[in-house]
Structures are given as C-alpha cells and as structure tokens.
C-alpha cells in the first residue's frame, strides 16, 4: 500500500469527523475556539509542554472539550517502504500515531526543528482565512515511542517526520 495514500484517507475521515464535531461544539455555545494552545505545567513526556486543545467553550470559564473520533474501522497490517526504512503499520488513528523505533535514533534536539513546524507554537504557519491550523495537536515521548495527536496538520507532517527518522539512521519503524 502506498504511505501517502493512506496516510491521506486516513487524515480526510478523521478531518470529516472533526468538523461535524466542530459544528456541534459551535451549536452549543455562545463564546468557542477549536485549536486553543496551552502549556501544560508538569506534563510528564508532553514534548515542549504543550498541547492544543480540539475545542474549548469558553461560556462559563474556560472548558476543554476532546474530539474522540469513531473509529469505526481498523486497517489491516502491512509492510510499505520509505527510502531506506522498512515500515509496518498496524491499528492506525489520526488523532494517536504511535511510532516506535529500535533502537531509538531520534533526541529531544533532533525533534525540536520538526515540531516547532508542525505544532508551529507562535503560529507562524497560520493562515487566518483557512479552515484549520493545520498543526499537530500533541506529541508525548515515552523511551522509543513518539505518540502523536496529528490533530489538523497536513500529512507533509508526517512524512517528513518518516525524512528524519531515515535521515538520523532508522531502517525499520512501527506506526500503529
């Protein structure tokens, strides 16, 4: 199976999802913001101590609402190359991408650049006329697992995630 391919698919359900879930949370409340960044004072492994919120209604103080999104199918196991890593995907969501590494090959620095890009923490990258900010949502590092909300972020997110893992020595990687 082609990675982009699916990684595509995969972003457009979880992203239909999301705006009905959008839509209801708007319906419901007077004053509201989906993609709310906050810092998260002792978050143990949250990368960078931040975190955006799918949606936050703010009608009576400020309360963060979570999209869980159906997940009404799981993707068959398989086995796809990236230049030179060899990577299995199993039980893949959008909004939890688990990758794991033997032995571990990327650093808090090495990751630094890549997720300021993609959580983008200054909105940069936001364009004010568009549907979503196009940012990661949450990465959390426990030993040789990076877990990732990928959140509204585009795939070029991932992918180029997949360019660092290769480029600092990885041959073979699990997405689930």
Known sequence: M????FFERERDRYL???????????AGCVLGSSEVKFELGGAQGVFGGVYCADFVNNDKGAEIVEFQPVKDRV??????EFGFMDIRVEAFSWDKVSLECDPQVLTA???????????DPYDNRLDPDAEFSECI???VVVDNRLTLDMGTAPIDALLTLLELYEQEGATRLLIS
């Open 75 to 80: 993707n068959d196991p398989f086995m796809a």
């Open 137 to 139: 949502h949450c990465a």
């Open 2 to 5: 082609d990675l982009e391919v």
């Open 16 to 26: 239909a999802q999301y705006r009905g879930f959008l839509d209801r949370q708007k």
């Open 109 to 119: 620095e090495t990751l630094v650049e890549w997720f300021e890009t993609w959580f």
